[in-house]
Every structure is written in C-alpha cells, then in structure tokens.
C-alpha cells in the first residue's frame, strides 16, 4: 500500500477542516460583522475612534503593550438587584412589603429615605421579579436590575463581558494574553484624566505605589526650562524633576493617552446586557476603583 | 594537529573523501548553514528573554531606550525563537532525516541553500523591525510584513528540496518519520500564508484577526512543531537505542490525533468571541488527551527495558523533549478542564506552557538531532562531552523557568479572583517565583552559547582536519 498520496491527503483533509472552522466561518461571521444598538438607548455601538486616538492605538502595538495587558474582561454570570425608585404614597403598605422582603433594611430608621436605591441585590431573576411585582403592588415604583458577576467585575475592570462588537474598529486587534499588568478594556472609564496617564507612562511608581510597570520616559522629553515653563509640562514635584528642568509629553505620549481615555467598554449590549441607570445615578457603585 | 595522525585519519576517511565533492558537500552546507545560523538566533534570543526577564524585578532597566522596552524586547525574543531558530533548525533535521531515513542524496541542495539565506535576512529583518516598533501586534506573530515574507519564501525553498528529496527515497512505503515530515512540509506555508495574508496584508475586521491569530499558533506550535519534533522522536529514538521503531499503527493513532484534534486548539475560553469557538476550542482540547496518551505509550513501547539508555547521549535529548510535550499537554488541559481555570490562560502558566512546549519539546529535540548530525559529520572532531552539558543546563533552566513561571500563574489566578487583593499586591506576590525563572533564562542562554560554539568549533575543527588530509594527498601524489 503507498501511504504518501494517503498521508498527504489526510492531512490536507484535516488542516481544510481547521482552516474552515477558524478562518473562513470567522471571516464571515466576525469579519462583516457590523456596528450594534445599546439597550435599550439604541445608540449605535461601538463608534470608530478620535483620530489622536487611533495614533494612541499604534503607539500600544509598536510598544508591545499588550504583552501585559488584556483588553477582555471575563465574566461569570449576571445576578438581579431591585431597585426602589419611588416609595409611592402608601408608606404603611411600602413599610411592610420592604419588611417582607428585606427585614435588614427595614429595621433602618432611614429605610425608604435616598431613593433610588437596592431593596435586594444578588438575587435570581424570579425572585427579583416577585420583588418588583410586590413593591410595585405597594404603591411604588421598581425595577430590577441586571448586574454582571465575576471577579473581573469585582475589581472594577468593567461592567459587562468584553464581546467582539468592543475591537470592532480596531486594526490590528490586540485582546493580549496576559495579565502582568492590569485590564484595561475600561481604563477610560476609570481614569479619564489624561494628565493622570501621562503622569503614570513617564513615571509609574509615582503614580500608582508599588507599580511593575516600566517607564516610558523615551515618550517625554526632558529639558531646561526655557524664559517661562511649557504649558503642556508635567507638574515636576509629582514625578520628582529636579529646579530647572521640565518634562513635555512628545506626540507618541498624548495619542497613547488619548488612546487609554477611547478605552470604555460601556455600552449594554443585548448579548452581553446589564442595566444602566436612566436619568438617576446608578444606585449601586461598583467596588473602590484599583489599579 | 600533528602530521602522522592526520596519516592515520587520512585512510580511514578517504573512502569519505572520495564521495564527497569538496571539502564541504553542498547538502552539509545546506544542513550545517540552517543549523548554525539557527543556533545562532537561539542565542541572541535568549539573550533578549534574559533582558525582558530581568525587566520584571528592576522595571527601570533599559527603560529609556526605546528599542528595548520590555514589549519589544520580549517579542523580538519570542519571534526569535520561533522564526530564528524552531523553523530553520527544525527543516535542517527534517533534511537529515529525510535522506538518512530514505537513504537518499539532498534534491536541489541549492534550494536549501538559498533558504539559509532567507531565513537569515528574514529573521535579521524581523529582529530589526520589531525593535524599531514595527511589530505586527499579533502575539508570537509579531515579524512584520517584510520579514515575514522572506521566512514565507525561506521555507518554500527549503520545502521543495524537502519534497524532493522525500519522492527520491529507496522505501516504497512511507515510514513512520517520513510521513511526520510530509505532512509538516506542506503545513506550515498553509498556515503562515493564510496568516499573513489575513493578518498584514488584508487584514480582517474585528476580532476575525484575534481568531486567526489564535489559529495559526495552534497549528505552528502544537501541530507543526508536533509533527517535525514527533517525526525526529520516532526517528531518532530507536536509532539511538539500537531498536525496533515505533509500530506504525501506534504512531498513525498519533499522528492522526494531532492532526485531528491539535489544529482544532487554539481559541482561549476568555476569548471575546462568540462562544462557539472557545466552546469548540475546549472540546478539541480535551480531545487532544488522547494524543498525549497515544505518545505515552508509544515512547514506553520505544525505550521499554531501555530506561536508563534513553538517558543517554542523544536519546536523552528525545526523552526530555518527550516528557516536556506531555508535560505541555497537562498545562493546556488544565485551564479548559478545571472549574473556573479559564483564566490562567491569562497568567504566567501561559508563558510556561508555551516555553515548554517550544523550547522545552520543540527544541530539546532539535538539539539531540543536531548533535546526532554534527557527529556524524565529523565523528572525530564532536566532543561527546559537550552535548552533555549542554543537556544538562538546558535541561535544568528550562525547569527553572517553567516550574516557577506555572506557579507564579496559580499564585496569580487564586489572588486574582479575590477583589480584596489590590491588583498591585497580585502582581508583588509573582515576584519570587520570577526571580527564580531568571535564573532558568540565564541558564537557558548559557546553554544556547555552548550549543553554537560546539557547532561552529566542530564544524572548524572537521574542515582543518579535511582540508590537511588534502593537502597531503596533493603533496603525495606531487612527490611520487
């Protein structure tokens, strides 16, 4: 028996297979994939990138940041809160059905004071809605609440799963693979200060204790200062500049900045939802925000 | 080296000398020129790996130049690695192989020479480019446009005299090797054609890039590498130890699961995708535990009652390649398989999969190849000491990076899910473990500097040895 024509169409056989399920099926599925609404907004998401922004996207990849950061919050599942917006004019009625369904928060003296707020949190999407249904026959005004679960969610890297509508308009797409350093597919959401980046890129320690980032001074440059300081100087004492010497962001720096504020993964999607507040603040903040 | 025992060697190499056309027949020139050249970029590698890693305890390191921040860096360490020397050096034995198995002379050595020269400007273009910012983004595919074109061309090259040489063999049937090496031969173009099509020159929307990025590496590092480095096992075993092959239906099981189910791995459970592909990733994942077992068995079949022969000398290096790649196989599985693992792909047990799977397989086993080669080149000049130490250190650093980088990765992924644990504090605990993965970088660098001196030195030595014997003759016959 000749194994060679055997052999060779065997494995052509098999790498064809791979190659559809992994090329062409997510050429297509994902390659025309095209922008979505949020909900219930319907607002279109996600929204190509700021110029200086997309400059910032070319500084991450010649740099090699993603050699330390993902791009991709995970999540575990999604949990229900009920939300009282409105006590209603019924206050006995109110009292009771809180009781009945929150006997901590009832005991409070100040339990219907500072709506809106969470009646219940953590719970499954039935009981939330026995919860509404009750509330609401009260007299007042609720309603549940989606909120994404997982350690990623814990730590305030970001409301809801990463999905692939979040790198829509990114080339090349840089998801990373590792984590050495913290996610950032919302780190504009929680530091949309530019200064603050800039601030962090020439001198990280300084900024955030305890930091394993490199400094990328090579993004500033350093010089003496001139009749009067720069503008755009970085405040000295901050990042420990010795008298006489000031420390400007080149372009690189900015656009990596501008880059880093683009990055807010915010919208709810239909497949990957959670609730946002309409109007009123959102009545549960995620955990104290770290780097 | 004294005249009268250049006499003495001068008879019993000149049947030798006789087949061979000159003092450096133009298929060795092929072979020891992927070899040398390969090894060299083994070395400038892990002189880079040794930089990124001492980055992660003094990150103000080098810092302030540009070209080498930790990001460049560690990809033009990887990419070096992986385009420098795995895929050179790994067609280099799949030469060797494929005339000593098929007792025939190179086809169109000139193809292979030709390869060392675009391999070289390839992975010199890649090396540059990266450090000036021109990577790709693509994680271990970072080589952009215009040295991935030359590695493309390279390997083409190198393959039709690969192809040929297999057609000219004197067995009818296809051996066990030589069916691992066909089916990498017309693998890896598939493969690296589509990514850089896909990827630099009509680069695809979305995460479609992500995707196929993930794809192409299953296929490079697991299949590709699995195919050439499992070929030279089921080669090189039982020729070291002086027994039967492997039987050919245990060794089909193999090659079929890898083929099957390993170019089906690739997309992580975290991926943003939809989650048919990672849910089809896990699958063939799992799966692919049949292929580690299949290997298991195969390699006990080969060196049973050997156990301490397959220690020794070359099959040593087979034997270590052999348990790293089962070893490789466990860390893949455990993320997928353990209950809320998924997130170790995102520590440090990647990296220590992805090292032992490359280096601690893929290489180890290159190296036995390469050492078998250069002693049979030169059987007089290859020190037997050398390979080894160098086994010995390679050996030795490679667990000195893995087993502290997997459990830097554990230590990562239990304090991670605790939100309580500052991300800072998550970090500062991997410290330890990191530092000693240095050790194993530093190590693995030593390693790599003895194995191309011990090629070049041998090499040298061999050609004086020849080129005396020579100029001998030529003074004998002169005389008479």
Redesign the interface.
């Known amino acids: 028996m000749r194994y060679g024509p055997l052999v060779f169409f065997a494995a052509f056989l098999a790498l064809a297979g791979s190659w559809y399920g992994f090329v062409v099926k997510p050429a297509f599925q994902l390659g025309h994939m095209q922008p979505t609404n949020a909900v219930p907004a319907g607002a279109a998401y996600p929204v190509a990138r700021a110029g200086l922004a997309r400059q910032g996207l070319e500084v991450y990849r010649a740099n090699g940041c993603y050699q330390c950061h993902t791009k991709q919050v995970a999540q575990e599942g999604a949990v229900f809160e009920v939300i009282l917006r409105d006590a209603g004019t019924n206050p006995p009625s109110m009292e009771a059905a809180i009781k009945h369904l929150a006997p901590k928060l009832a005991s409070q003296p100040d339990a219907l004071q500072g709506l809106p707020k969470p009646v219940l949190k953590g719970v499954g999407k039935d009981e939330a809605d026995r919860a509404v249904k009750l509330l609401n026959a009260s007299g007042g005004k609720a309603a549940p609440w989606v909120v994404a679960t997982g350690p990623d969610m814990d730590r305030g890297w970001g409301k809801r799963r990463s999905v692939a509508e979040d790198f829509l308009y990114d080339d090349p797409v840089m998801p990373g693979a590792q984590r050495a350093g913290p996610d950032l597919a919302n780190v504009g959401l929680r530091q949309p200060d530019l200064n603050w980046h800039l601030r962090h890129f020439y001198a990280p320690t300084a900024v955030v204790k305890g930091s394993m980032m490199p400094p990328y001074r090579y993004l500033f440059e350093k010089r003496r200062i001139g009749r009067q300081p720069s503008s755009n100087a970085l405040p000295a004492r901050e990042i420990g500049i010795e008298a006489g010497y000031e420390v400007v962001p080149r372009p690189e720096a900015v656009a990596l900045a501008a880059y880093m504020i683009s990055l807010r993964a915010d919208a709810p999607l239909f497949s990957a939802p959670f609730s946002v507040a309409s109007g009123a603040p959102a009545p549960s903040q995620p955990q104290a925000q770290k780097e | 080296m004294s005249a009268s025992v250049t006499v003495v060697k001068t008879e019993a190499v000149s049947s030798k000398a006789e087949e061979a056309a000159g003092l450096l027949p133009v298929e060795w020139l092929a072979m020891l020129g992927l070899f040398i050249t390969a090894a060299f970029w083994l070395v400038l590698s892990s002189g880079l790996a040794l930089v990124s890693s001492i980055?992660?305890h003094s990150?103000?390191f080098l810092?302030?130049?540009?070209w080498l921040?930790?990001?460049?860096a560690?990809?033009a360490s990887s990419n070096l690695l992986l385009y420098g020397f795995c895929v050179p050096g790994g067609m280099g034995v799949a030469l060797w192989i494929l005339m000593r198995s098929g007792r025939a002379a190179l086809q169109l050595p000139v193809m292979g020479v030709l390869s060392v020269l675009l391999f070289n400007l390839g992975a010199l273009m890649g090396l540059l480019g990266i450090l000036r910012?021109?990577?790709?983004?693509?994680?271990d595919f970072e080589f952009p446009g215009y040295a991935a074109a030359f590695v493309f061309l390279g390997f083409v090259a190198v393959g039709v005299s690969a192809a040929l040489t297999l057609h000219s063999r004197r067995n009818?049937?296809?051996s066990v090797p030589q069916?691992h090496l066909?089916?990498s031969v017309?693998?890896f173009p598939?493969?690296y054609s589509?990514a850089v099509l896909?990827?630099l020159l009509m680069?695809?929307?979305?995460?479609?890039?992500?995707?196929?990025s993930?794809?192409f590496s299953a296929?490079f590092q697991l299949v590709w590498m699995g195919l050439v480095g499992l070929g030279a096992a089921f080669y090189l075993l039982p020729k070291a130890l002086g027994r039967e092959p492997a039987s050919r239906n245990l060794a089909l099981f193999c090659f079929?699961s890898l083929?099957?189910f390993g170019?089906?791995t690739?997309?992580?459970q975290?991926?943003?995708?939809?989650a048919w592909?990672p849910a089809?990733s896990a699958a063939a994942t799992f799966v692919s535990a049949v292929l580690y077992l299949g290997v298991l068995v195969a390699w006990r079949e080969m060196a049973r009652g050997a156990c301490r022969e397959s220690w020794r000398g070359a099959a040593a290096f087979v034997s270590f390649g052999l348990s790293a790649f089962l070893i490789s196989g466990i860390l893949s599985i455990v993320p997928v398989a353990a209950e809320?693992g998924?997130?170790l792909?995102?520590?440090?047990a990647?990296?220590a999969r992805t090292q032992l799977l490359v280096y601690g397989f893929f290489g180890m086993i290159l190296f036995g190849c390469m050492h078998a080669a250069i002693a049979e080149f030169a059987p007089d000049a290859a020190s037997p000491r050398v390979p080894r130490a160098q086994f010995w250190l390679a050996g030795l650093g490679i667990a000195l990076l893995v087993l502290p980088l997997a459990g830097a990765g554990v230590m990562?992924l239990v304090k991670?899910?605790?939100?309580d644990i500052?991300?800072?504090?998550v970090?500062?605990s991997t410290l330890h473990f990191l530092r000693l993965s240095t050790m194993g970088d530093l190590l693995i660098l030593v390693a790599n500097a003895l194995l191309l001196v011990h090629l070049i030195s041998t090499v040298a030595k061999a050609l004086r040895v020849k080129a005396v014997e020579s100029l001998a003759s030529v003074m004998a016959e002169v005389k008479s």
């Open positions: 980055k992660f990150p103000a810092a302030d130049t540009a921040t930790y990001g460049r560690r990809a910012g021109d990577a790709s983004g693509h994680v009818a049937d296809l069916w066909l089916a017309f693998w598939w493969i589509t896909l990827l680069p695809l929307r979305g995460m479609a890039q992500a995707v196929v993930w794809w296929n079929w083929i099957l170019s089906w690739g997309v992580p975290t991926a943003s995708v939809p592909l089809l809320r998924e997130l792909s995102f520590t440090w990647g990296l990562q991670m899910r605790n939100p500052a991300f800072v504090d970090s500062k």
